[in-house]
């Protein structure tokens, strides 16, 4: 029986082992990926991102005992640390983690550290998720840390992204998290029994305007006009999203994920996200965005290893050693290395 | 008169619209980049990474201050801010920058922020640094914000990368920068008249000794012989390389960059790590890398732009939409598109 014959019996030692395949991407690994691939597409992929220190993981472990106890759902949770380029981070927080979910076998925990190029991450982070997605798991969650790129690749592989705040980081959060506002679905405000935290919430609101002036303008459509939809349903329609049944405005979702409060209320807040991007035709644009992102990624990988078969190394290198000369440009070297391979 | 010889001919103007045009990728930008590569390679490249609120922009500001001030070095500083995707952050920081540095026609500042993907900003800022270099810029400062990549990418483009710590970021900070100590060559602690200053240096040691293992050993090494080098000199050797002529501790220096203090000793420090790379061949290494990477990038681009004429975009679309439906993995998508090329 293949690897992928046994993930989709459920075979968790299976999984383990073909997961391992996947991040090595062997060639057993890439041969279950295509075989695995049909099986995809269902799973509820949840992005949760945010500075260390605001607690995401903590709350990424109730948000999954939550889904365990309330829904039976399998959870998945694949742990992204891209901040530790060398040395194995994610290990750390597996231990906490493992404290309240070890021993369920329907949750799955995986952690990745960097290696090698970001692009690379991103490519392994989407293979792991397909392979959960795959063997049945009904919530993938894909937790990373730091900010910029990372943040935004989570953001084009998840459907539903969370981006967690903690009062009393500083004012000069705010100048990082700008970017980072303008891909959030929902975001958290952990640790909200701190001081300060309605200053936090006042702070992220104003950010929220700033970046999403369409939904502003939505907004104020929406507080004289209610859309047929809220109007049939007989019941006021949700408080974050009244304003319009086309666009979402990011819900200020406050929890104490150590004492598992606010958790349900999060819960909901995602799935109203998930309701309106299968109302709203989000769903299907995410999911084609992604598989265009990763058809693109492993394109340039597959025209890469072509030149490499092509171009014989020591042409590369004499090559390169006359750039370093300044003999020749970079520019230049890649118009003879276009050339040598059309010959 | 073309850019560059306009440029070559220290024509403010011309750099400041040349590097539009490269931060643009045109053509004239591109031909350009050819014409000035005989010229590079002669400027020192700084990096200078760590979290907001480190106190980065205003340390770059008194370092550049201090190069003008006592070496007459012409400085250019490129800001990079890959946590603002979307929107322009790296703006706030030049307005304070510009009002210490304002009226200094040697100092030219430039910032980035990201467009499109990480592999583009590097890109952008490595042809950008190319540009300064030939114009006869001493140093250039890259200056970078975030955890992860960007810092990784900055630390392959600069000669020496700093990294900026400060006291009072709380315990979390440590999981954060376990990776990118690996990239340090000099770690700064900025803000030292803060609390906690004692604390942060005794975290950043024992940190640094689980980073750079080898270097215990040579530190341990180091104790008890001397290198010819240092003994021929007839002066104490710099404290933070006494150990080894081949290895280099990153040294902690403390600064209050608002109140100009330890930068001098911070531009020592700096002086110390060039001479250490000029006589390992350090300097000739990290050119070379940083020059293979340039021309790796290139060679995708072209490889993409390649691949994009020969295949029609209706035969690209077709086979994505499969992909969506699931009729098809991405893997045999690329398989199809690389034989449909060959024909």
Redesign the interface.
Known sequence: MTYSQAVLNGDRLALARLLTQVENNTPEG?AA??EL??H??KAHLIGVTGA??TGKSTLVNQLALLYRKVKDWRVAIVAVD??????G?AV?GDRVRMRDLSGDSEVFIRSMA?RG???GLAQSTANMVQVFDAAGFDVVIIET??????E?DVARLAHTTLVVEAPGF????Q??????L?IADILVINKADRPGVDNTEKVLKSMLE??HPTERVFRHHGSTMRTPFDQTKGEPAPKQDSSSALMWIPPIQRTVSIESKGIVELAEAIARHVAHLHQNGGW?LR??TR??V??EA???E???N??LEKVPQAQYES??DK??Q??I??????EK??KGRSK
């Open positions: 890439r990926l295509i691939f049909p995809t597409g260390p220190g891209p901040s530790s380029p060398f040395t981070g750390l960097t190029s970001l692009g840390v730091g900010a910029g790129q990372s935004v500083g004012d000069d959060i100048a990082i998290k700008a970017g980072i303008e700033l970046a299907v999911e084609r598989l265009e990763e058809l492993l394109m340039l597959a025209l890469w072509q030149f090559l390169l750039i370093v300044r003999n440009s970079p520019w230049e070297a890649v290395l276009l």
